[in-house]
């Protein structure tokens, strides 16, 4: 499996690409279902990725910090491969039950919303202010699996925070550490 860092297509400050996806909970989801949020985080992210497994926890903790303070958190899965059953639209309701994911779980079919935000590996967040600008792109926090010791950053979190607290969160591309490519 290809290994690469994350980098993104969209700018700091550019709106977010519009999406209409399946969700693992039978709905349809588009961009517009959320706005008037504090801030949006979107997840790229896919069922069998180590990397995603091990920063589930985390995602978790996150959505039930700032999701109460307004923020909405979506996840999507555009590992739509062959070569992967696990990440297939059928598991993906299961996945979401089995480690307790309460943020809605959207399935990129065609690959097409994951190249509109320039999403190459999974787990890659991308935050968004209220209007749906991008204010963060980068990683969740600065430990890296498979070794997952305690993060020394939360970059997402002090994104959100700055966010939050009205100020810009900056963008930040991680630093070191490679992800799952998303294919």
Do not use: W
Request: one cysteine or more.
């Amino acid at each position: 499996m290809a290994l690469m860092k994350s980098s993104s297509h969209l700018k700091e400050g550019e709106k977010a690409p519009a999406f209409s996806l399946n969700g693992a909970d039978g709905k349809i989801y588009s961009l517009n279902d959320f706005k008037g949020k504090k801030a949006v985080v979107i997840f790229f992210m896919c069922n069998h990725c180590p990397y995603v497994l091990a920063k589930l926890g985390v995602m978790n903790s996150l959505y039930a910090k700032y999701f109460p303070q307004g923020v909405a958190f979506i996840g999507i899965n555009s590992n739509n491969n062959p070569d992967y059953p696990d990440d297939s639209y059928l598991k993906m309701k299961d996945f979401v039950v089995k480690n307790s994911i309460k943020f809605p779980y959207l399935f990129d079919e065609s690959q097409q919303i994951a190249k509109a935000y320039g999403a190459v590996c999974t787990p890659d967040p991308f935050v968004f202010d209220e209007n749906l600008n991008l204010s963060y792109h980068g990683r969740i926090d600065d430990a890296h699996y498979p070794s997952q010791d305690a993060p020394e950053t939360n970059d997402l979190a002090g994104a959100l925070d700055s966010i939050l607290g009205g100020e810009k969160a900056g963008r930040v591309a991680p630093k070191h550490g490679l992800l799952n490519k998303v294919d």
